[in-house]
């Protein structure tokens, strides 16, 4: 009957044992010395030794040897490896995890070994037992007899009592290094007479996240199906991953902002059979090696790539912002992390082509952006009522200031508009631009086409279109004159669905700035403004 790699080559003695130097290294000196503890707690992640430490800890403990033990050949060792022997007993909390069954373990404590020299307990997954269960430990686990060991072992030590932590020894497995797994997996494959190249161990060990376990189990899948020898490629395609050339030119298409080609090109790749939550993390990958790559001197020293591989990196980074990469990271780790507990995830997928593409070239601020009031010259000059929690600048004046803001009304939400005047600041003249102009868009046209758009994502932007209009297209920005403060306030609140229906229809992403008609400049009554804020809302608005 076939074994799998990891079940066949689990490790007999402690000099095979893979990345856990420093625990092999305490292990050894007390069963050389006979200072060996009375429990023991193994911690960390999956397939990283914990399981097969503890068997030759019990081995080393029974090992019948004169010289280094365990030695793996005597009786006892051979009986250990084979599960029979009577006085290493493992258990697993997952499945006895109530207190009947720690109350059966404690009775059985009593009795002295029965072939061996000490009685060892391994209780795998230790975190897994009812809060009851670890109470009736406590006692056994403290002053077990003189030749009984405990050694428990868990990957999720923070669900362990403080009272358990503090009677038992605690050794931490870490995450076994990638050149580690590389040579293990080597020195397998080549006592088995198989040919795997290296960069296929390589992207192995990087799939294996420090588990030797879970490289052991990628490795066997890898040989069951090779046919002469086991490549890159192959391993890419029982992974279901993808390689560096699908990432560079997915990459390029979302700087490009392709969004319609980038869809394309991932559908492509999902039928190949690519799979999607893989996809997500090997891309927050690339853009990870992104970034190494701009600001080292040496990547290769970390990437562990090849020199062709790493210039193909660099003249890409070369041509991207470091905000680009940002966001690249930021979005598909927020994005993988929610594909974790989605039915959907090739949804969410492209949900972060399409924003990384909106947002490709682009410099954004973090934070929403401020009301800004642009007039359309000098004489014109208004102010602009800003929006509650935010520093809203007003229009600009030539020299007098700003007139003062009417009393306060109340807005939709029923928070209060400031009437302190604000100070307006100097600005170019920047909608003396015309539909007219050479090269300038037709404002009114894209206006009615942003509402058209707009009132299928959010029905109540309908009250902006009425009372506001498209006045100016510049380079960066678009001008929007409001007839009132609070439709001024309004659109402040859907600034980024109106920013984005303009991108949409002038190709480009612009910043809104909000202008108060001249018209409406003059001082009102609060009472006029909440009966205008009535007629549009349809509610009662009233002054306090």
Not at 84 to 95: K, M, N, P
Not at 335 to 348: D, F, G, H, K, V
Request: hydrophobic share 40%; net charge negative; charged share 25%.
């Amino acid at each position: 009957m076939y074994r799998a790699l990891y079940r066949q080559y689990r490790p007999e003695v402690f000099e095979e044992v893979l990345g856990q130097d420093h625990i092999v290294r305490i292990l050894q000196n007390q069963i050389a010395t006979g200072s060996t503890s009375h429990a023991y707690l193994f911690c960390g992640t999956r397939g990283t030794g914990k399981t097969t430490t503890a068997r030759l800890l019990a081995k080393g403990l029974n090992c019948l040897s004169e010289g280094q033990r365990p030695c793996g050949q005597c009786p006892n060792c051979q009986a250990i490896k084979e599960g029979s022997f009577l006085d290493v007993i493992e258990i697993d909390a997952a499945s006895n995890r109530g207190v009947d069954d720690v109350r059966e373990l404690r009775e059985s404590v009593k009795y002295p070994p029965a072939a061996g020299r000490m009685k060892v307990y391994i209780i795998d997954e230790v975190h897994m037992l009812t809060t009851e269960a670890f109470n009736a430990l406590l006692k056994t686990l403290e002053e077990p007899p003189e030749y009984v060991t405990f050694i428990l072992a868990t990957t999720e030590v923070h669900k362990l009592p403080a009272t358990v932590l503090s009677r038992c020894m605690r050794l931490d497995f870490k995450r076994v290094p990638e050149a580690v797994l590389i040579k293990g997996m080597s020195d397998i494959c080549a006592a088995l007479g198989i040919n795997v190249t290296e960069d296929a161990l390589r992207i192995i060990a990087a799939n294996a996240d420090g588990s030797v376990r879970d490289g052991l189990s990628i490795l066997d899948q890898c040989i069951a199906g090779r046919d002469e020898q086991v490549t890159a490629d192959d391993v890419l395609e029982f992974l279901g991953a993808s390689g560096a050339e699908d990432f560079l030119e997915l990459t390029d298409m979302v700087r490009k902002k392709r969004t319609e080609e980038a869809i394309i090109f991932l559908s492509r790749l999902l039928e190949d059979g690519k799979d999607v939550r893989q996809f997500m993390r090997d891309w927050t990958g690339h853009y990870r090696n992104l970034l190494l790559v701009k600001y080292m001197r040496n990547p290769e020293t970390v990437l562990g790539m090849s020199a062709e591989n790493i210039e193909r990196l660099r003249r890409q980074a070369a041509v991207l912002e470091p905000e680009d990469i940002n966001r690249g990271i930021m979005e598909l780790s927020s994005m993988s992390n929610e594909a974790r507990w989605s039915t959907q995830p090739r949804i969410l997928l492209e949900l972060a082509i399409v924003r990384l593409c909106m947002g490709a070239g682009q410099i954004r601020e973090l934070t929403e952006p401020r009301f800004v009031d642009t007039p359309a010259s000098p004489p014109d000059a208004v102010s602009a009522a800003p929006v509650p929690a935010r520093t809203v600048p007003a229009a600009p004046a030539p020299a007098a200031p700003a007139p003062a803001v009417p009393a306060p009304t109340e807005t939709e939400q029923g928070a209060p508009i400031p009437a302190e005047p604000v100070q307006a600041a100097p600005a170019p003249d920047v909608l003396a631009q015309t539909p007219d102009t050479p090269g300038s868009f037709d404002c009114e046209d894209i206006w009615n086409k942003v509402f058209e758009d707009g009132e299928e994502e959010k029905g109540s932007i309908y009250i902006i279109r009425n009372s506001a209009q498209l006045t100016s297209i510049e380079e960066k920005n678009f001008t929007v004159t409001v007839n009132n403060e609070f439709i001024g306030n309004l659109a402040e609140k859907n600034r980024k669905l109106l920013e984005h229906l303009v991108e949409k229809h002038t190709g480009k992403f612009r910043t809104m700035r909000i202008v108060l008609a001249k018209s409406a400049r003059e001082e009102k009554p609060a009472e006029e403004i909440a009966a205008a804020a009535s007629d549009l809302l349809g509610i009662k608005v009233e002054v306090k």
